[in-house]
């Protein structure tokens, strides 16, 4: 079973920071894609920025210039840093880790997607 779990989200005034931590946790081998989305009250789950596990990266226009994604591989972690937040930027951020192989008791598996909670940010105009 893997699990992801973020950190790193509350109240912050236009203009400020925040930095999104996400670890993946258990029996995983590699990690393909790991990335960030966010959802707004009454909005679709939209992409923020991904990371390939060489580095890669790709941001939705909104978040250009302000936002970074980075990932330690070998920690299974992803991180966001989020500069000149906007109330616009105020969501439920979730973090995802795509194409995830890894071997359990039961045998291996590869390719599997998985999702954590989610942490809220929310910038105060």
């Known amino acids: 079973q893997v699990q992801l779990v973020e950190s790193g989200g509350g109240l912050v005034q236009a203009g400020g920071s925040l930095r999104l931590s996400c670890a993946a946790s258990?029996?995983?081998?590699?990690?393909?894609?790991m990335g960030w989305y966010r959802q707004a009250p009454g909005k679709q789950r939209e992409l923020v920025a991904t990371?390939?596990?060489?580095?890669?990266?790709n941001y939705a226009d909104s978040v250009k210039g302000r936002f970074t994604i980075s990932r330690d591989n070998a920690e299974n972690t992803v991180y966001l840093q989020m500069n000149s937040l906007k109330p616009e930027d105020t969501a439920a951020y979730y973090c995802n880790a795509g194409g995830v192989s890894g071997a359990t008791a039961g045998g291996t598996y590869y390719g599997m997607d998985y999702w954590g909670k989610g942490t809220l940010v929310t910038v105060s105009s």
């Open positions: 258990g029996s995983i081998s590699r990690i393909n894609a």
């Open positions: 990371i390939t596990s060489g580095g890669s990266t």
